[in-house]
Structure formats: C-alpha cells, structure tokens
C-alpha cells in the first residue's frame, strides 16, 4: 500500500510556473515509477509525465514536453513537477500516480492515486 499526498497547486497566469510535490509513503518509495496525470472539467484523466525508479528515464505527453519537467528525490520520497510556460489548456486537476513496477511502460496505469491538487491557468 502506498499512500501519495500532492501540494503545489494554485491559480497562476497565463506563461507562469508552479511546482508540484507529491510526497509518498508505505510501500518503498525508490523501488518505484512514479507519473503525473491530470483531469480536466469534462474529460478523462490524461497522462501528463512519469519517471523510472532511479530518476534517469522521463516520459512525456506531447503536449507538455519541453515545458515541464518531473523529478524525483528518493531520500525524501517525494516527486516533483516542475510546470513553466503555463498555458489555459494546462487547467486540470493533477494526481500523482505510483507504479507497481520500478519502470514505466507506455500507457501503463499506476497503482495507487493521489487526491488531486487543482491548478488553474487564466489567460
């Protein structure tokens, strides 16, 4: 079992930066991947960004590549998603997801969520 509280949300202008946290604890944290999803009004929860046990493989969507960056700190159980160039269509409640397996793999969804932090981009 583990257990994933997300911070960092917050309402942010249009080209701004946020930092979300997402702090873990129960099953050990390092042995594994970890990912992003975010869930717009009306829309299905979408993959954002995960990142591999270790910290030294990244994935990323499309629409966020280049602008954000995920990182991890296994000393203090804890992943990161760094957000700049913050746009409208970025407005979504984001969740932390951790994996079963130590690695990603595409389309792959994680075993235990997160609550949720809201992040809100006006234009």
């Known amino acids: 079992q583990v257990q994933l509280v997300e911070s960092g949300g917050g309402l942010v202008q249009a080209g701004g930066s946020l930092r979300l946290s997402c702090v873990a604890s129960g099953r050990t944290f390092s042995t594994a991947a970890m990912g992003w999803f975010r869930q717009a009004p009306g829309k299905e929860r979408e993959f954002v960004t995960a990142i591999n046990w270790s910290g030294d493989s990244t994935y990323y969507s499309d629409s966020v590549k280049g602008r954000f960056t995920i990182s991890r700190d296994n000393a203090k159980n804890t992943v990161y998603l760094q957000m700049n160039g913050l746009k409208p269509e970025d407005t979504a409640v984001y969740y932390c997801?951790?994996?079963?397996?130590?690695?990603?793999?595409?389309?792959?969804?994680?075993?235990?969520w997160g609550q949720g932090t809201q992040v809100t981009v006006s234009s």
């Open positions: 997801g951790a994996y079963y397996s130590n690695n990603y793999y595409q389309a792959t969804i994680p075993l235990w």
